[in-house]
């Protein structure tokens, strides 16, 4: 934490604003809209703001959604919320998000047969943007709206443009492992309006105005309970303060890591793309276990026995029992990203000497020191 989210919070009880409805709501709305110039609605989570911004673009049972299989199963579940069916498309070894070639090839086929996905959605893992241009092209091509589930990615740009505000709908997270965190909380973005007003409403329930003035609650639609609360809103506030330092945090060190390793043969980092920077929100590395002379699976269990917590890169959703049944577009490049990348910690409270012990335990484990 900072040092303005404890006041902010602190301001919600004095002012006694402790429901879904007061000045740290408003201003942390303002505050993103005009750091990323679009209209701003915060959230209880990024998972439900995934789900609210399905529904604007029109998503129905059985309808397809595009999900890149490597990601958090977040990314997914409120295409299962709404009873579609997701459609599975692989990484590309660049940035290790969504292939648009193999997006590409799909939609081609499914074009031919008058059968296109209703809406596309990509994420931006790790802190770095997927590989925007080429995706933007398709779905102007094709038609299908594009959601950006930029969770990960507060802080990053594609093209000198913050990730979220290039799709149609763009969603963060700030929930407690994120860039910045409001313990939990989300916040959904769009050019259009239209969009925003009608996630506010669904967000609180769907209560429409009663117009003979009985202040009664009525209901038309469906709603949901996925408003931010007024006094998460505060520690979301503070942390918007402190969002750039974080980065700066996390990118220092990823660097040290990158120094420390940068002599040893079969470690090397998620690569950086020149499309955009990389905030370094987790820092990835890659083992080659002949090069390095253990794998992926050794390092991660010695660091456990060292209780130190680092884990594999994502599994990819098409390996996963929930999502058996869904058609997936390739998924060799996620499956061995799965298999031998790890993220190691990457808190920007992690202090120097914790991040050498770390270091020290990868190292202990190369065929150089054995
Ligand atoms: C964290 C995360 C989410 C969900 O955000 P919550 O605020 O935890 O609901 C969605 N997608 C990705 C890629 C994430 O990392």
């Given at each position: 934490?900072g040092?303005?989210?404890?006041s ?6 004095d002012?006694?604003?402790l ?5 740290n709501?408003?201003e ?10 679009l209209?701003?609605l915060?959230?209880?989570s ?9 529904k604007?673009l029109?998503?129905?049972p ?23 069916r997701?459609?599975f ?10 292939d ?6 799909f939609l ?18 790790f802190?770095?943007s997927?590989?925007l241009?080429?995706?933007?092209e398709?779905?102007r ?6 959601l950006?589930?930029?969770?990960e ?7 000198g443009k913050p990730?979220g505000t ?14 910045i965190?409001?313990?939990a909380?989300?916040m ?9 007003d ?8 769907s209560?429409d105005e ?6 009664n609650?009525i209901h038309?639609e ?9 006094v998460?809103a ?6 918007l303060?402190v969002?750039?330092?974080r980065?700066d945090?996390?990118?220092?060190v990823f660097?040290?890591?990158?120094e420390?390793?940068s ?6 980092p ?8 990389h905030?370094?929100?987790l ?25 130190i ?7 990819p959703?098409h390996?996963?029992?929930l ?24 808190s920007?409270s992690?202090t ?8 020290d ?9 054995r």
């Amino acid at each position: 934490m900072g040092v303005a989210e404890l006041s902010y919070v602190q301001q919600a009880f004095d002012q006694n604003w402790l429901s879904t409805v007061g000045p740290n709501l408003t201003e942390v709305e303002n505050i993103v809209s005009e750091q990323l110039g679009l209209p701003a609605l915060a959230l209880a989570s990024g998972t439900a703001g995934i789900h609210l911004g399905l529904k604007l673009l029109g998503v129905k049972p059985e309808d397809e959604v595009i999900v890149p299989s490597l990601t958090f199963v977040a990314g997914c579940n409120p295409v299962l919320y709404e009873h579609a069916r997701p459609v599975f498309i692989d990484s590309e070894n660049l940035s290790w998000n969504l292939d648009p070639q193999q997006l590409q090839e799909f939609l081609i086929k499914r074009a031919k047969l008058n059968r296109l996905p209703r809406v596309v959605t990509v994420a931006h893992l790790f802190g770095q943007s997927a590989d925007l241009d080429a995706v933007i092209e398709l779905c102007r091509r094709y038609e299908i709206p594009l959601l950006e589930d930029a969770a990960e990615s507060l802080g990053t740009n594609y093209k000198g443009k913050p990730t979220g505000t290039i799709g149609d709908i763009g969603v963060f997270s700030f929930n407690g492992n994120k860039m910045i965190t409001a313990t939990a909380g989300g916040m959904l973005i769009s050019k259009n309006l239209n969009y925003i007003d009608k996630a506010r409403k669904w967000s609180t329930q769907s209560r429409d105005e009663d117009s003979g003035g009985l202040n009664n609650y009525i209901h038309s639609e469906l709603g949901y309970n996925y408003r931010m609360s007024n006094v998460l809103a505060g520690i979301a506030r503070g942390q918007l303060e402190v969002l750039e330092e974080r980065v700066d945090q996390r990118r220092g060190v990823f660097d040290r890591y990158l120094e420390a390793f940068s002599n040893l043969e079969g470690i090397g980092p998620q690569p950086e793309a020149s499309w955009g920077n990389h905030t370094r929100w987790l820092s990835c590395f890659l083992i080659d276990e002949k090069e390095f002379g253990s794998s992926q699976a050794d390092i991660i269990r010695h660091l456990e026995s060292q209780n130190i917590e680092s884990r594999p890169v994502w599994k990819p959703l098409h390996s996963q029992p929930l999502f058996k049944d869904y058609e997936c577009v390739g998924g060799e490049v996620a499956e061995d990203l799965n298999r031998r990348g790890i993220c190691l910690p990457s808190s920007s409270s992690l202090t120097e000497e914790d991040q050498q012990r770390v270091i020290d335990c990868v190292k202990s484990l190369h065929r150089s020191s054995r």
